[in-house]
């Protein structure tokens, strides 16, 4: 198992509400990536914090948004929800500044928008 | 923009027999990730490929990367059971472990 951890495990939301989704990313890693895997498909990049600050953004709208805090552990938001957005989500930790350092994956967070 | 292709997309493995699975990505990256994942279950990392040539293996399965090519392989030795997952590639094109997912393989091993 990897010390990554996401809470909660499973979520049920109706349309148009908001949903957090949390991470506390591997002990000595500053930088958190979330994905969104949708039922069939392979994982898709939302977006990455390191050090407090976004660092690139996939192909996903602004009512997706993030924070990380200052022990590195991050937050994903999304507002408005809409039924497309019920997918397993996942985050990422890593440890890229100064060298590369493998992603370990958390055990995800199941949404259902209904 | 990064794309990642795998194929087969599904693959029926008799038990004891050999097969491949292929990863094609369309840019330049020395970094490749090979996944499994169970049904609703997060993604096992089962190697990192970090230079051209490179060869890892474990127990199975054998993974190997031409960056000149752009191609990975994922290598089944006489596939059992156990094997039986959705199989990711995964590309890294920086430092920043950003990752482009290939489309995935179900491999699905019968008797």
């Known amino acids: 198992e990897t010390g990554v951890t996401q809470s909660p495990t499973h979520l049920i939301k109706t349309r148009g509400q908001q949903v957090t989704l949390r991470c506390s990313s591997q002990?000595?890693?500053?930088?958190v990536s979330w994905y969104q895997q949708a039922l069939g498909q392979g994982p898709q990049f939302i977006f990455q914090y390191y050090r407090e600050e976004e660092n690139g953004r996939g192909n996903f709208p602004p009512r997706f948004s993030g924070l990380q805090f200052p022990n590195y552990s991050s937050e994903l938001n999304v507002n408005a929800l809409e039924l497309d957005d019920s997918a397993l989500y996942l985050c990422?930790?890593?440890?890229?500044?100064?060298?590369?350092?493998?992603?370990?994956f958390g055990q995800g967070t199941r949404l259902t928008v209904v | 923009e990064l794309k990642v292709e795998q194929n087969p997309l599904f693959l029926s493995m008799q038990e004891g027999k050999n097969y491949t699975i292929y990863c094609n990505y369309s840019?330049?990256?020395?970094?490749l990730y090979w996944y499994r994942q169970d049904p609703g279950k997060s993604l096992e990392s089962l190697f990192v490929l970090l230079s051209n040539g490179a060869v890892k293996q474990e127990g199975r399965l054998m993974a190997s990367l031409d960056t000149k090519a752009r191609l990975s392989t994922l290598h089944i030795t006489a596939a059992v059971h156990d094997l039986s997952a959705t199989y990711f590639c995964?590309?890294?094109?920086?430092?920043?472990?950003?990752?482009?997912f290939g489309t995935g393989t179900r491999l699905q091993v019968t008797l």
């Open positions: 995964a590309v890294d094109p920086g430092t920043a472990s950003k990752l482009t």
């Open positions: 002990s000595g890693h500053n930088t």
């Open positions: 990422a930790s890593s440890s890229p500044g100064g060298g590369w350092t493998e992603a370990f």
């Open positions: 840019t330049t990256s020395d970094r």
